[in-house]
Every structure is written in structure tokens, then in C-alpha cells.
């Protein structure tokens, strides 16, 4: 299944909505597009940090216009003359069996226009400017990195990101071990009044990391991190109870 700008998006948290949940159905539903997520997210975590730069408003008309006004191999000569004598004919053919060095040169310039065209192309999806199925990327309201509650070597960063619609709150980890079956981690918004007996937090989620204990997940949440500006994770039985049953494993500040 070929990668599309939805997917893209989806996966640098940029999506919410209606269009969110159909990306997450299809990637449920296809182990290719599960992989290909996989991959745009190695390519995502490559490029944490990275502030693009815009494009030039006339670079795209400038390459196509270099592509158009360059010579093409492998086209017939607009002056070929059908009447000429079968002598001059292969002596034309014998000419361009081997070509001068300038041909050659203007071949490559030919590749490295269009090679040029395509990174204009892929530059556009990237800095959110693919056509009418792009979508801008969405502001960061909250960069968090979540500590061991009671020490230990867990850890999470955690990343959230306001859309028109709500939140998309990226977790990764790589410490977080794997759970039996029926237990699983959930993530938490807590407020600044929250204590044992009286907590005062609301739920982002729930997730599983993989066997290796490494996590990567998106969640979609109405929550507002300025009236619940703590972030915890807490591991969960799965007996159907909305309120946290255990202490917080790891947590911001």
C-alpha cells in the first residue's frame, strides 16, 4: 500500500479528528501500512528537533522551467530530414551512437533537474505544503520528560501538540517493560490538587509496549495541560475501574 500524506501526518501527530481515526482503522486493518508507519516514524525520530526552512516561493516554477528548457535524450531531432540519402542517415546514426561530451553533460543536467523536481516535491510534503491533503503542522503546547517516581531506570518523553479539535500527545519510551496479559500502562493529565485518596487527574489512555519494551503511541485527548499540568503513568489492572489503582511508576516534576 503506497504511503500517503495522511499517514505521514499521522504519524508526526498532525491529524485529529475524523481524519485521525480512519488512519488509525487502516493501519489496524494493515500489517504493510503498520510497517510503513514504522518506517516514517525511524524518519521522524531522525529529524526530532530539526526546525525546516521555508522554500523559496519560485523554486518549484524555476526547477520545472530548467526541466522544460533542458534537452532530453533519446528525443528525434525536430530537423531529421526523411529524404536524406541512406549515407548521411547512418553517418547521423553512427554520431549519436557515442555521445560528445557536451550531450553527456546535458544529459546529467536533465537527471539532476528532475531529481531536483521530486526533492521540491518531497520538501513541499515536509514542510506542510503537499497540496490540498497536507495538513500544517500543529503547534507543540508541551514538551515533557517523564522520571522514575521511586527510582529506577524508567523513563518517557512525552510530547503535546494543540489541534482545532483537541490535543495529539506523542509517548515514547524504551524502558517501560513488557506486561502480562490483563495489565497494561495508562497515562495521565494531573492537576495540582492531585493526592493519594483524592486524585485529581484524567486519562490520556492506555497502551502496551512491545516485547522489547519500547513504546510508540499516539493518543488523542481534550484535556488542557495548563489546568492539568502534571503528566504520570501508572500500570493498571484490566477490571474495568476508571480510577488509578497504582502509584505513579514515572511522572513529571
Known amino acids: 500500500m503506497p504511503r500517503t500524506p495522511d499517514l505521514a501526518a499521522h504519524v508526526l501527530g498532525r491529524l485529529d479528528g475524523p481524519r485521525a481515526t480512519a488512519v488509525e482503522r487502516r493501519l489496524a486493518a494493515s500489517a504493510c501500512l503498520r510497517v510503513e508507519a514504522q518506517e516514517l516514524q ?53 554520431a549519436t551512437t557515442a555521445p560528445a561530451p557536451a550531450a553527456r553533460r546535458r544529459r546529467r543536467a536533465g537527471l539532476a533537474a528532475a531529481a531536483a523536481c521530486a526533492a521540491v516535491a518531497l520538501a513541499a510534503v515536509l514542510l506542510g505544503r503537499g497540496g490540498d491533503d497536507a495538513t500544517p503542522p500543529l503547534p507543540v503546547e508541551l514538551r515533557a520528560q517523564l522520571r522514575p517516581a521511586a527510582g529506577g531506570p524508567l523513563s518517557a518523553d512525552l510530547v503535546v501538540r494543540r489541534g482545532e479539535t483537541g490535543r495529539v500527545v ?53 484535556v488542557d495541560p495548563a489546568v ?22 514515572v511522572r513529571t516534576n
Open 170 to 222: 506523542t509517548l515514547r519510551s524504551s524502558t517501560l517493560p513488557a506486561l502480562p496479559k490483563g495489565v497494561y500502562y495508562e497515562l495521565w493529565f494531573v492537576g495540582p490538587d492531585d493526592r493519594p485518596g483524592a486524585p485529581q487527574r484524567i486519562s490520556a489512555g492506555t497502551f502496551h509496549p512491545d516485547a522489547a519494551g519500547a513504546s510508540d503511541v499516539t493518543f488523542h485527548a481534550a
Open 42 to 94: 525511524e524518519v521522524a525520530r531522525m529529524l526530532e528537533g530539526t526546525v525546516p526552512s521555508a522554500l523559496p516561493a519560485d523554486l518549484e516554477a524555476r526547477v520545472l522551467a530548467a526541466v522544460a528548457a533542458t534537452p532530453q535524450a533519446g528525443v528525434p531531432s525536430p530537423t531529421a530530414d526523411p529524404a536524406a540519402p541512406v549515407d548521411e542517415l547512418a553517418a547521423r546514426r553512427a
Open 228 to 249: 492539568y499540568p502534571g503528566v504520570a503513568i501508572t500500570r493498571e489492572p484490566g477490571d474495568g475501574n476508571p480510577s488509578p489503582s497504582g502509584p505513579d511508576l
